[in-house]
């Protein structure tokens, strides 16, 4: 296995011109800046499953849990074919090493949250575009999300941390692993899953305990959905507050009274939003290279992704 981060991508938003009237949807943030980082797998629902381009645009009609596909002006229902060929790449797509996907939003085939779903002649924005809800129950834990709700700094950075955090843990399962090394991952993820969700963190601490007294593969099964559905919870100044102070909590000796007072006083800027994240945290690595701090150098939590997409530099 490679290192390489793949994402499932809706095609049209690579700038490949498949969208029913011919045309694309080119998302530049995700090509310019996420394609440094990750290798692209398009998919297009509608021209997998063998319609034309361009084509008659489709919709969602009917009961928003199993909606049909059928075309807008001809009438004609394309809901099982969709079906068999969500049925197919689902299955195929397991052997691509997905780390996430990014659907198009409002799509009948790929849209995730809020497509429009018609019920005598009235939309309700509640449904899922078939491929999108086939992908997210085939894959569950997989980090999904729209290209839209990226424009959001917060959903943004909460999307691309679990893609890595994936990837981490893809890398973990390639590498032999045992429930000795699963305390040691475990380890390095602490004050990640504390900023994410304290209460899953504690959940985690009795399985990884007891890991040698429960077969491997269904030990390794319930850390990967504690793992994933926990870092699934946003990270909120709060939470970060706390672990900030916490990772503080290690130079008790080694600062001087001035410099735990900036300390404090750059977190608190940063709770009340006046300062990004990226603030306390400079401060902090400072002092982890400074004062050689190994605990804190193995945490995860001071480099979550590449410093370069800037994902903590927002307030």
């Given at each position: ?9 809706s095609s049209c938003l690579l700038g490949e011109q ?108 509640n449904g899922s575009g078939l491929f999108a809800a ?182």
């Amino acid at each position: 296995m490679t290192d390489s981060i793949t994402i499932g991508v809706s095609s049209c938003l690579l700038g490949e011109q498949v969208r029913y009237d011919g045309g694309h949807k080119h998302d530049r943030y995700l090509t310019d800046t996420l394609g440094r980082w990750f290798r692209f797998l398009p998919v297009c629902p509608e021209v997998g499953c063998g319609l034309p381009i361009p084509r008659e645009a489709m919709r969602l009609e009917g009961d928003p849990t199993a909606p049909r596909l059928l075309t807008r002006m001809s009438r004609m229902d394309l809901t099982d074919r969709m079906l068999a060929f969500c049925e197919f790449k689902v299955k195929e797509l397991e052997g691509e090493n997905l780390c996430g996907f990014i659907f198009k939003k409002e799509s009948p085939s790929s849209g995730l949250f809020r497509v429009k779903v018609y019920h005598d002649g009235i939309a309700t924005k509640n449904g899922s575009g078939l491929f999108a809800a086939a992908m997210s129950r085939h894959f569950p834990l997989l980090p999904m999300e729209e290209e839209g709700r990226l424009n959001d700094p917060d959903l943004r950075e909460n999307f691309i941390e679990r893609v890595f955090s994936y990837r981490r843990w893809q890398l973990f399962l390639a590498s032999g692993p045992t429930a000795g090394k699963l305390v040691e991952f475990h380890t390095g993820q602490k004050l990640l899953m504390m900023a994410h969700s304290p209460a899953t963190y504690r959940a985690m601490g009795p399985l990884v305990a007891k890991g040698k007294e429960l077969p491997l593969p269904a030990l390794l099964k319930s850390y990967e959905e504690l793992f994933m559905k926990g870092l699934a919870q946003h990270a909120t100044p709060k939470k970060n507050s706390n672990v900030l102070q916490h990772m503080m909590g290690y130079f008790k000796k080694e600062l001087s009274a001035g410099e735990k007072t900036e300390l404090l006083e750059v977190i608190r800027e940063y709770h009340d939003g006046v300062t990004p994240l990226i603030a306390p945290l400079t401060l902090l690595r400072h002092y982890v290279r400074k004062y050689d701090q190994k605990y804190l150098l193995g945490q995860i939590y001071l480099s979550p992704h590449p410093a370069e997409l800037m994902l903590r530099n927002h307030a």
